[in-house]
T-cell receptor, first 117, second 116 residues
């Protein structure tokens, strides 16, 4: 079974500082994708960044970047120059093809990030 | 706007009742997922449909059922409702086809169900 673990239930960061959110996963698959989703108080789920497991290069999207360590099954999210609008719940997610058109998209329990002015 | 439409946005009903939640995926997306998010909890995977057929099942209760219609919209039916079923129910769709995952899942705004 695929599992995703986020060990930090809550974190806080000063505005303009950098923060790293941790995520580990467990799978026996070799081909998979990893995602970070953001859920602000509006409860909308918004994709922040994604990483293909076959790519060694870490994904970046503006102020967001990941540190993908495939052997360690680790996928952390770094937010640089934190802004008040980054305050949200962040979910790490994992998906792989399990055959016959079936995909299991599994989420971690989330990390609640607060950006402090 | 993600392109995924869920109706209704809010639903208040009594215990023991039955409700139907509706989801219209993004145009062209064949895969539909349903998730349950209880207060301050993560997303619990319920079920996935691909082009009208059930493909994966998560921790979905027997009181819950779903289907995907030929026009690809999906409905989640919740029956014999209990207070603990109060949650935010998300639908997501993706263009994942065959064995190629070429895109992420796009989420609707969710249906907030309150059972009283």
């Amino acid at each position: 079974a695929q599992t995703v673990t986020q060990s930090q239930p809550e974190m806080s960061v000063q505005e303009a500082e950098t923060v790293t959110l941790s995520c580990t996963y467990d799978t026996s698959e070799n081909n998979y994708y990893l995602f970070w989703y953001k859920q602000p108080p509006s409860r909308q789920m918004i994709l922040v960044i994604r990483q293909e497991a076959y790519k060694q290069q870490n994904a970046t999207e503006n102020r967001f970047s990941v540190n993908f360590q495939k052997a360690a099954k680790s996928f952390s999210l770094k937010i640089s120059d934190s802004q008040l609008g980054d305050t949200a719940m962040y979910f790490c997610a994992f998906t792989s093809y399990t055959g016959a058109g079936s995909y299991q998209l599994t989420f971690g329990k989330g990390t609640k990030l607060s950006v402090i002015p | 706007d993600s392109g995924v439409t869920q109706t209704p946005k809010h639903l208040i009903t009594a215990t023991g009742q039955r409700v139907t939640l509706r989801c219209s995926p993004r145009s062209g997306d064949l895969s539909v997922y349903w998730y349950q998010q209880s207060l301050d909890q993560g997303l619990q995977f319920l079920i996935q449909y691909y082009n009208g057929e059930e493909r994966a099942k998560g921790n979905i209760l027997e009181r819950f059922s779903a289907q995907q219609f030929p026009d690809l919209h999906s409905e989640l039916n919740l029956s014999s409702l209990e207070l603990g079923d109060s949650a935010l129910y998300f639908c997501a769709s993706s263009a994942m086809t065959g064995n190629r995952m070429n895109t992420e899942a796009f989420f609707g705004q969710g249906t907030r169900l309150t059972v009283v």
